[in-house]
C-alpha cells in the first residue's frame, strides 16, 4: 500500500510569483485535505476536495486554489505569494468524505524571499 | 466551530521517566479526537484517535489517551519515555458532520533527557 506523497519536497520562490503543489493520495482514497503549517505552529486547514469538488475551505484568500484529478491526486496552486505564505504544506487523504482519519504526506516546504 | 487548546508548548523529561501530555478542546457539536506525532522535517503519523465507545485509546508506540467529556479533555500519556520518542505532537479535532477538517493545536515539543 503506497502512502500519500508529496512533490516537491522543498521551493524556493519570491514574492509575487506562483507556485503549484502536488499531492498523490493514499491507495484508495478518493479524499485530499491541505494545511498550512507555519513555523512553531500547528497546522491550519486549507480546503479539502472530494471526488474533484471541493469540499470545504479554511480561511484563506482565493489566491490560493486547488484541483483534483479523476485519479484522487491534487493539486495546491497559491497565487502572488506573499512572504507570510512561507511554512510547511501538508496534505492528507482520507477514504470517503465523512471518513475521521486522515493520513498526512511529508509536505512541501515553501519559501518566499 | 472547533478549538484546541495544548496547555504545555515544551515538556522535558528524563528517559524511562513517565508524561503527560495535555489537550483540552471546546466544541458546541460531537467530536473525534486525535493525537498526531511530528519528527523534525517530516510529515505528521497518527498515534492514536478516540470515535466512540471506550474512553482509554491505546496507539502506537506506548501512547494511550483518555478522552474526558466533562472536561472536555484528551490527554496523552506514556508511562515511560524513551530518546526517540522525543518530537512535536499535536492534538487534533473534527466535528462529526461535513467536511473532516482538522483543528489543531499548537503543539507540544517533548524533549527526552538521557
Known amino acids: 500500500e503506497t502512502g500519500v506523497t508529496q512533490s516537491p519536497t522543498h521551493l524556493i520562490k519570491t514574492r509575487g510569483q506562483q507556485v503549484t503543489l502536488r499531492c498523490s493520495s493514499q491507495?484508495?482514497?478518493?479524499?485530499v485535505s491541505w494545511y498550512q503549517q507555519a513555523l512553531g505552529q500547528g497546522p491550519q486547514f486549507i480546503f479539502q476536495?472530494?471526488?474533484?469538488?471541493?469540499?470545504g475551505r479554511g480561511n484563506f484568500p482565493p489566491r490560493f486554489s486547488g484541483l483534483q484529478f479523476p485519479n484522487y491526486s491534487s493539486e495546491l496552486n497559491v497565487n502572488a505569494l506573499e512572504l507570510d505564505d512561507s511554512a510547511l504544506y501538508l496534505c492528507?487523504?482520507?477514504?470517503?468524505?465523512?471518513?475521521?482519519?486522515?493520513?498526512f504526506g511529508p509536505g512541501t516546504r515553501l519559501l518566499v524571499l | 466551530a472547533q478549538s484546541v487548546t495544548q496547555l504545555d508548548s515544551q515538556v522535558p523529561v528524563f528517559e524511562e521517566a513517565p508524561v503527560e501530555l495535555r489537550c483540552n478542546y471546546s466544541?458546541?457539536?460531537?467530536?473525534?479526537l486525535f493525537w498526531y506525532v511530528q519528527y523534525p522535517n517530516q510529515g505528521l503519523q497518527l498515534l492514536l484517535k478516540?470515535?466512540?465507545?471506550?474512553?482509554l485509546v491505546k496507539g502506537i508506540n506506548g501512547f494511550e489517551a483518555e478522552f474526558n467529556k466533562s472536561q472536555t479533555s484528551f490527554h496523552l500519556r506514556k508511562p515511560s519515555v524513551h530518546i526517540s520518542d522525543t518530537a512535536e505532537y499535536f492534538c487534533?479535532?473534527?466535528?462529526?458532520?461535513?467536511?473532516?477538517?482538522?483543528?489543531f493545536g499548537q503543539g507540544t515539543r517533548l524533549t527526552i533527557n538521557p
Open positions: 492528507a487523504s482520507s477514504l470517503g468524505q465523512l471518513q475521521e482519519t486522515q493520513y
Open positions: 476536495y472530494y471526488r474533484e469538488e471541493e469540499n
Open positions: 466544541s458546541s457539536v460531537s467530536v473525534y
Open positions: 478516540y470515535l466512540s465507545g471506550s474512553t
Open positions: 491507495s484508495g482514497h478518493n479524499t
Open positions: 487534533a479535532v473534527t466535528g462529526l458532520r461535513g467536511a473532516q477538517k482538522l483543528v
